[in-house]
C-alpha cells in the first residue's frame, strides 16, 4: 500500500495542534428509523470548514524549506485550496490555487480571503491542474496535490484514527468520494484497526471519476458537471499512482446518488442544525434513500460545510438542483 497505518499515525502527530478534533454526535432520527446507531462525524467544523486542512497541513510540514521557499500550488474544487491557503498562510508561505469555473464564488472568495493567489483556469480541474503544471515548470513552484500524494493522504486518514477511538464497534463508514484521498486514507485506518467494518464510498452520479474508474479497472476520465455537491466534481488523473490502488484494495463499495437524493440529505441535516453542502451529505442520503443499509453501528463523514447559504436555503424550501 502507497499509504500505511504509520504513515497517519505520523501525521495524527505532526498535525497535533494545527488542526481539531471534531466531535462525533448521534442522528437521533436515523438511528431511531433504522434500529441501528447512526453517527456523525462533524468534519464541517474544522477550522476551514472541511476535512481538507488535514491533507494540506501534513503535506506542508512534510516539505523541506527550500522547496516550501519557492512558494506552493494547487488545483482545487474549493475545498482544498482554502485549505492548501490557511495551512501557507501559518507556515508565511505564498500559496497560489488554480480553480475551475465551476467552483463556486464563496469558496473562491474564502480562499482569497486566506492571502492566496487564485488563478481561474478554464471548465474542469483537470483544466486547472494544467495550470499547476505550468507553474511548477516555469515558475518552479511546489505542487500539493489535492488528493493523489501520500502526505496529503495519510492527512485525511488520521479521520479514520477518530472514528475508530470515538466507535469502537463501528460496522460501517459512509465517506463522500471524489479523488479518493480521503476515502482511501479513512480506509487504511479503519481497516487497519477494525478489519470487519465495511468502507463504502458515496458519491454524485454526476460525473463520478473514481466510481467510473474502479468500474473500468483503470482511471479513466468522465465530463465534470454542475452538482449538489461540487466538492466531489473532478478526475482522479489517468497517471494516479496512490488513491486509485487504495480505493481498488480497500473500499467495500460505491454507492451513487441523484441530485434531489443529495437535496434529501442536506435537509435532513439542516434540520438537525447541521449546515452542510452536498458533498459532506451523501452517506446520510445514501441512507435515506435505502441504497446503504445500517448493519451495525454507521459512521456518516460530514466532509464540509463551505455551502453558499443562499444555495442551502433554497434547498431547505425544497429546491433539488444548484440553480
Given amino acids: 500500500m502507497p499509504v500505511t ?35 456523525l462525524k462533524c468534519e464541517y467544523r474544522q477550522a476551514t470548514g ?6 494540506a497541513t501534513n503535506a506542508l510540514l512534510t516539505l523541506p524549506p527550500e522547496r516550501l521557499a519557492r512558494g506552493v500550488v494547487t488545483a482545487s474544487t474549493g475545498n482544498h485550496g482554502r485549505a492548501v491557503a ?17 467552483v463556486p464564488q464563496n469558496k473562491v472568495a474564502a480562499i482569497r480571503d486566506l492571502g492566496a493567489e487564485v488563478r481561474i483556469v478554464g471548465a474542469s480541474q483537470d483544466d486547472a491542474m494544467l495550470e499547476v503544471a505550468r507553474a511548477v515548470a516555469e515558475e ?23 472514528i475508530v477511538e ?13 479523488g479518493g484521498g480521503l476515502a482511501g486514507g479513512i480506509a487504511v485506518a479503519v481497516k487497519a484497526l477494525r478489519p470487519q467494518a465495511r468502507v463504502i464510498g458515496v458519491t454524485m452520479e ?8 474502479l468500474a473500468a479497472g483503470r482511471p479513466v476520465e468522465v465530463e465534470e458537471l454542475p452538482s449538489l455537491a461540487d466538492s466531489l466534481g473532478g478526475g482522479i488523473g489517468l497517471q494516479n499512482r496512490v488513491t486509485f490502488p487504495l480505493c481498488r484494495a480497500l473500499l467495500d463499495g460505491t454507492v451513487l446518488l441523484t441530485e434531489a437524493e443529495i437535496a434529501a440529505g442536506i435537509r435532513h441535516l439542516g ?13 446520510i442520503a445514501a441512507l435515506l434513500a435505502g441504497k446503504v443499509r445500517a448493519d451495525g453501528p454507521t459512521v456518516a463523514l460530514l466532509s464540509g460545510g463551505n455551502i453558499a447559504l443562499d444555495l442551502h436555503a433554497r434547498i431547505m424550501a425544497g429546491a433539488e438542483a444548484v440553480a
Avoid at 27 to 32: F, G, H, I, M, P
Avoid at 166 to 172: G, I, T
Avoid at 206 to 213: K, N, V
Wanted: proline share 6%.
Fill in 86 to 102: 490557511h495551512a501557507a498562510r501559518e507556515l508565511a508561505v505564498r500559496a497560489v490555487v488554480c480553480l475551475s469555473r465551476l
Fill in 271 to 283: 434540520r438537525q442544525g447541521h449546515t452542510v453542502e452536498g458533498a459532506a451529505a451523501v452517506g
Fill in 166 to 178: 470515538d466507535c469502537p464497534e463501528v460496522a460501517s463508514v459512509l465517506v463522500p468520494l471524489s
Fill in 50 to 55: 472541511a476535512f481538507k486542512l488535514r491533507g
Fill in 140 to 162: 518552479g513552484m511546489t505542487e500539493v496535490p489535492p488528493f493523489d500524494d501520500p502526505a496529503v493522504v495519510a492527512g485525511q486518514g488520521t479521520l479514520g484514527l477518530e
Fill in 206 to 213: 454526476r460525473g463520478a471519476a473514481m466510481h467510473a474508474s
Fill in 5 to 39: 497505518l504509520s504513515d497517519i499515525e505520523a501525521a495524527r502527530d505532526r498535525i497535533a495542534g494545527r488542526v481539531r478534533r471534531t466531535p462525533m454526535v448521534r442522528d437521533e432520527a436515523l438511528t431511531a428509523r433504522l434500529g441501528h446507531p447512526v453517527l
